[in-house]
């Protein structure tokens, strides 16, 4: 079982729409949660962290249900330079130390 | 402020030959990861360094793949020899104690013939 899993997509949405991601880990022992974005051919790069209470940051929305193991991404009004692949990535504790464990992504493809 | 710099950004080599990766961290960073991505695996942990010194590199595919980091401004990451089934694009990140956030570089994308 993979530790980090998300929906591959394509989510193929118009501008203006509404679209959600949806990301589950395995290791109970996680500590902290994040979202990254990466561009065609690019780096990843933060896009923002996850808190328990949830929090938001523009037009973007992440959950965490730390009960489910699940975390969520919001994405509101749509815009055509949010078209990139969204990678959920969870922070482990473990003997040697902490790693980030990343997903394998979501790509979102925005059209006009 | 100069980020993560990678270098090479691309290398071709033929299968057997050896590769070498570098990668200077963002100054004053004192952890470095080198991770490897392909669009079977995503993004794969290979070895990381707290203040130099290797933390865990029980990523490492296997002894084919070495890394050193000499001091806070240099790291390496060594194929030899190199197989076709190494080409992937192979990032190098950086992050200070404290803070979650790494910084990646912009990688090297790596082709075995």
């Known amino acids: 079982r993979k530790e980090v899993e998300q929906d591959p997509g394509p989510f193929n949405v118009p501008e203006g729409a509404t679209v959600a991601f949806n990301c589950t880990y395995s290791?109970?022992?996680?500590?902290?949660f994040f979202w990254y974005r990466q561009d065609c051919r690019k780096e990843p790069k933060l896009l923002m962290s996850?808190?328990?209470s949830g929090n938001e940051d523009g037009r973007f929305t992440a959950q965490l249900n730390r009960a489910s193991q699940y975390i969520s991404l919001l994405i509101r009004d749509s815009k055509l330079s949010d078209s990139a692949t969204y990678l959920c990535?969870?922070?482990?504790?473990?003997?040697?130390?902490?790693?980030?464990?990343f997903g394998k992504g979501t790509t979102l493809s925005v059209s006009s | 402020d100069a980020g993560v710099i990678q270098s090479p950004r691309h290398e071709v080599t033929e299968m057997g030959q050896e590769v070498t990766l570098r990668c200077k961290p963002i100054?004053?960073?004192?952890?470095l990861f080198w991770y490897r991505q392909t669009m079977m695996r995503g993004l794969e942990l290979l070895i990381y360094?707290?203040?130099?010194?290797?933390?865990?590199d029980s990523g490492m595919p296997e002894d084919r793949f070495s890394a050193k980091m000499p001091n806070a401004s240099f790291s390496t990451l060594k194929i030899q020899p190199s197989e076709p089934r190494d080409s992937a694009v192979y990032f190098c990140?950086?992050?200070?104690?404290?803070?979650?956030?790494?910084?990646f570089g912009p990688g090297t994308r790596l082709t075995v013939l």
């Open positions: 990535v969870v922070n482990i504790l473990y003997e040697a130390g902490t790693a980030l464990i």
């Open positions: 996850v808190y328990s």
């Open positions: 100054s004053g960073h004192d952890y």
């Open positions: 290791n109970s022992a996680s500590q902290s």
């Open positions: 360094f707290n203040n130099n010194v290797p933390i865990d």
């Open positions: 990140a950086s992050r200070g104690t404290g803070w979650d956030e790494q910084f």
